[in-house]
């Protein structure tokens, strides 16, 4: 009867028959199968790639994905109330890399340095792993035994300070490495510093080791940094990443129901409904904010200062910076994605490694900017004879013909506090030297501010959200055609027979503001007529400081519409023949 049984189910299935050899009930259709069993070493593996951690599917038959789905629906919940994962180790561990994994982005630097700390910045994201969704921060390599006042001491100062609100830490060594001391230090470091918080352990880098093998070795000695089974990934292949999924799951699930008990709904009516308002106005949307300038001319500082926290690394150091940092706060009830980029201007072209990667990073981040802020430095202006060097020249011009927003911010006024005549002259001689440089653009806005002392904050957001309003503008065809029947009468035309007509002026885009004239006639505008009209638009309508298109495009007259019409067809000739009044018409075809 058993054979018969065995036959049965062989015909049927594979997997079917393989279960009751082994005495394992098959999961149905309607419940969710077990856990994957723990390993010898009590860790947990797989050679799933993919973060849908779906296994391969059998030819044949399509069956439903096996792993467990989460009863939460993050994919509603605000990204304020996610819950916060940290990823800490020891430098050159793959920590930017999981992070790049988690966000499905080449965003973190990621180079193989063992002697140096490519990430020095705190880096946060949205992550995505399967369904569940979690923001995740990206820290610098922590070296415990660091000279105090180093940069490596300043990162793990400023790692420690980001960890009171994270609720999650996935430490991460290097399985390759095995458990090195100080993997023992960051482990006895993060008991000390983050004590609350719950940490998963993961064996990094172990696409290339057996699983019965060095692997259940590694996962036994891990044992000894004392935060439980330890999970096997890979952060480059994606190895693994099913069961940390699993892992997590649970722990965010515990996380989010505790949320909702205490009264916050995953379910924000009030973003929703903001959302809907701001659909019909771009000037509402999330503004992209970038920050350059020259290295050390405290673009970090300002971002710090803007953030009113410590998030980047600070230092009278040179190229401190080296990813672009994007970040997002809240100002105003807007949503500001802020880009600090490195400080690559000065740069000569010739770095290798992470140099020359924050080099092409920077520049990607910059032309994803809608509004550009360009740090100088004021102290530095008051010795020179110019405000602005070629690069920052280079760079302001380069964001006015890509149609971006400039907003120029002179830092470190503090220094010049003391001396009133230089003070002065720094803010009498800026905005001259720029509208000098960009005379296509008039009225580029100018902040003086000193970043460390956080003087000057708010006038720089406003004015940026000024700008960013302007950018945005959009007017309507029938308001711009009575202003343009006003502002043609009042220019002076040369001959009234040569004046250009212009039937009617309408915007066609917004960011920048964009304009076309239709024109009828064989006169077009000269680059005169243009320049007079992009003045009198700013002027009237209060849009300086931003760039302004006007082009121009021919309508097409009616007569010669016709006449082409006619010519298609057969040529006919008319005979006239007349009886007294009436006239007959016989037409024939020639």
């Not at 004021?378 to 110019?386: M, N, P």
């Not at 002392?453 to 708010?458: C, F």
Request: charged share 25%; aromatic share 6%; hydrophobic share 40%.
């Amino acid at each position: 009867m058993a054979a018969a049984i065995l036959r049965a189910a062989l015909r049927r299935s594979r997997p079917a028959a393989a279960a009751l050899l082994h005495h394992r009930p098959l999961p149905s259709s309607r419940s969710l199968p077990p856990l994957p069993s723990l390993g010898s070493a009590g860790f947990v593996y797989s050679t799933v790639a993919d973060e849908s951690t779906a296994p391969v599917k059998p030819k044949g038959k399509a069956r439903k994905n096996p792993m467990k789905q989460s009863r939460f629906d993050f994919t509603k919940v605000d990204a304020a109330l996610l819950p916060t994962v940290i990823l800490v180790g020891r430098p050159n561990v793959g920590k930017s890399a999981l992070f790049n994994r988690f966000i499905r982005r080449r965003e973190a630097l990621v180079y193989n340095t063992p002697g140096d700390h490519v990430t020095r910045d705190i880096r946060e994201g949205v992550a995505k792993l399967g369904d569940l969704r979690f923001r995740v921060l990206d820290s610098a390599g922590l070296e415990t035994a660091a000279t105090s006042g180093s940069i490596l001491a300043r990162t793990a100062d400023m790692t420690g300070n980001v960890l009171a609100r994270s609720q999650f830490a996935i430490f991460l060594i290097d399985v390759r490495d095995g458990l090195q001391p100080l993997d023992l230090e960051v482990g006895q470091w993060l008991r000390r510093h983050a004590s609350g918080i719950h940490t998963i352990v993961a064996m990094n880098k172990s696409e290339s080791l057996d699983e019965h093998g060095v692997l259940t070795a590694a996962a036994g000695e891990a044992h000894r940094l004392g935060f439980g089974d330890p999970v096997a990934i890979s952060a480059e292949t994606g190895l693994g990443m099913a069961e940390l999924y699993e892992t997590l799951r649970p722990l965010f699930e515990d996380y989010m129901f505790q949320l909702t008990n205490n009264g916050l709904n995953q379910d924000d009516p009030n973003s929703e409904a903001e959302t809907e308002a701001h659909e019909g106005d771009e000037s509402k949307l999330p503004l992209q904010l970038a920050i350059v300038g020259r290295p050390n001319v405290g673009k970090s500082t300002l971002l710090n200062t803007l953030l009113q926290e410590q998030r980047v690394l600070v230092g009278p150091e040179a190229g401190l910076t080296r990813d672009s940092i994007r970040t997002q706060f809240q100002f105003d009830n807007r949503t500001v994605y802020l880009v600090d980029t490195a400080g690559w201007m000065e740069r000569s072209g010739k770095e290798k490694g992470p140099a020359s990667l924050s080099v092409v990073q920077s520049r990607k981040n910059l032309m994803r900017a809608h509004i550009v802020a360009l740090v100088l430095d004021g102290e530095k202006i008051a010795k020179s004879k110019s405000s602005m060097n070629h690069p920052e020249v280079l760079i302001a011009r380069q964001a006015i013909e890509e149609g971006r927003g400039l907003v120029v911010i002179v830092n470190k006024m503090d220094l010049l506090r003391e001396n009133r005549p230089l003070f002065d002259k720094v803010i009498d001689a800026v905005p001259k030297e720029i509208q000098t440089v960009i005379p296509q653009v008039t009225g580029i806005p100018v902040v003086f501010m000193s970043a460390l002392e956080g003087r000057g904050r708010i006038a720089v957001m406003r004015q940026v959200i000024d700008t960013y309003e302007k950018w945005c503008l959009r007017l309507s065809t029938s308001r711009l055609n009575r202003w343009l029947r006003k502002v043609m009468s009042r220019h002076s035309w040369k001959d009234s027979a040569t004046q250009p007509k212009v039937k009617y002026f309408t915007q066609v885009k917004a960011r920048p503001p964009t304009f076309v004239a239709f024109m009828s006639g064989k006169v077009q505008l000269s680059d005169t007529d243009i320049r007079f009209l992009t003045k009198s638009l700013k002027e009237d309508f209060d849009i300086g400081g931003i760039p302004i298109r006007v082009v121009q495009r021919s309508i097409p007259r009616k007569e010669t519409v016709k006449s082409n019409s006619r010519n298609t067809g057969p040529r006919i000739n008319t005979r006239m023949r007349t009886d007294k009044r009436t006239t007959v018409c016989e037409p024939t075809t020639s």
